[in-house]
């Protein structure tokens, strides 16, 4: 049973425009949320974090937006550029442990 | 540092066969995780370390699978028997503690990308 869901498993988007992740959890007691990046042969590399206290949290061009509420956070990439182009995967973290989505392709276009 | 490194970065066996999966973690760090990624269930964490002693072994597929920490620059994890439904990329990963309860970002390293036939 997926406990953080990533239902859009790609996402094409134009160079320059706004990419939007979406991610979905189940449990309530989740209390930190990350999105990590993976490049092909490559391991995940950290992006962004967010605290459940928090409903948004920026990086420069990368936004973690969370709705506790909906169990829903997005990640919102502005401007979008072509290295951005991998597979994104978000993460909730009951304590120690993180719990991860099966990821979304996005691919950038230039 | 040189990031957490795995070996070897490709293996391909027959099934039945016992595969060994190495891991170093970056130097420091007191947890260590090993994941599993396939398309299907994203990645999926198998069990992780806190000073080398397994603390959550609840995703370990099935008693085929077992992981190890012998010290704290090192770990194994070890499929006997393989099967081609084991056929996945596996990860290690490491962190620092946190004093919120969290976990601080975890670094993986490059991935085993296994082959069962």
């Given at each position: 049973?997926?406990?953080?869901?990533?239902?859009s498993?790609?996402?094409?988007?134009?160079?320059?425009?706004?990419s939007?992740?979406?991610?979905?959890?189940?449990?309530?007691m989740?209390?930190?949320f990350?999105w990590?990046?993976?490049?092909?042969a490559?391991?995940?590399?950290f992006?962004i974090?967010?605290?459940?206290?928090?409903?948004?949290?920026?990086?420069g061009?990368?936004?973690v937006?969370?709705?506790?509420?909906?169990?829903?956070?997005?990640?919102?990439?502005?401007p979008?550029?072509?290295?951005?182009?991998?597979v994104?995967?978000?993460a909730?973290?009951?304590?120690?442990?993180?719990?991860?989505g099966?990821?979304?392709?996005?691919?950038?276009l230039? | 540092?040189?990031?957490?490194i795995?070996?070897?970065?490709?293996?391909?066996?027959?099934?039945?066969?016992?595969?060994?999966?190495?891991?170093?973690?970056?130097?420091g760090?007191?947890?260590?995780?090993?994941?599993?990624?396939?398309?299907?269930?994203?990645?999926?964490l198998?069990?992780?370390?806190?000073?080398?002693?397994?603390?959550?072994?609840?995703?370990m597929?099935?008693?085929r699978?077992?992981?190890?920490?012998?010290?704290a620059?090192?770990?194994?994890l070890?499929i006997?028997?393989?099967e081609?439904?084991?056929?996945?990329?596996?990860f290690?990963?490491?962190?620092?503690?946190?004093?919120?309860?969290?976990?601080?970002e975890?670094?993986?390293?490059?991935?085993?990308?296994?082959?069962?036939?």
């Amino acid at each position: 049973d997926q406990q953080v869901k990533q239902n859009s498993p790609s996402l094409s988007v134009q160079e320059g425009r706004i990419s939007i992740l979406n991610c979905d959890y189940t449990n309530s007691m989740f209390d930190y949320f990350l999105w990590y990046k993976k490049y092909p042969a490559e391991g995940p590399t950290f992006l962004i974090s967010i605290s459940s206290i928090k409903d948004k949290n920026e990086d420069g061009r990368f936004t973690v937006f969370l709705n506790k509420s909906a169990k829903h956070l997005s990640l919102h990439i502005v401007p979008s550029q072509p290295g951005d182009s991998a597979v994104y995967f978000c993460a909730a973290s009951p304590s120690y442990k993180y719990i991860f989505g099966t990821g979304s392709r996005l691919k950038v276009l230039a | 540092d040189a990031g957490v490194i795995q070996s070897p970065r490709h293996e391909v066996t027959e099934m039945g066969q016992e595969v060994t999966l190495r891991c170093k973690p970056i130097s420091g760090h007191d947890y260590l995780f090993w994941y599993r990624q396939t398309m299907m269930r994203g990645l999926e964490l198998l069990i992780y370390f806190n000073n080398n002693v397994p603390i959550d072994d609840s995703g370990m597929p099935e008693d085929r699978f077992s992981a190890k920490m012998p010290n704290a620059s090192f770990s194994t994890l070890k499929i006997q028997p393989s099967e081609p439904r084991d056929s996945a990329v596996y990860f290690c990963a490491s962190s620092l503690p946190s004093d919120r309860g969290h976990s601080y970002e975890q670094y993986f390293g490059p991935g085993t990308r296994l082959t069962v036939t």
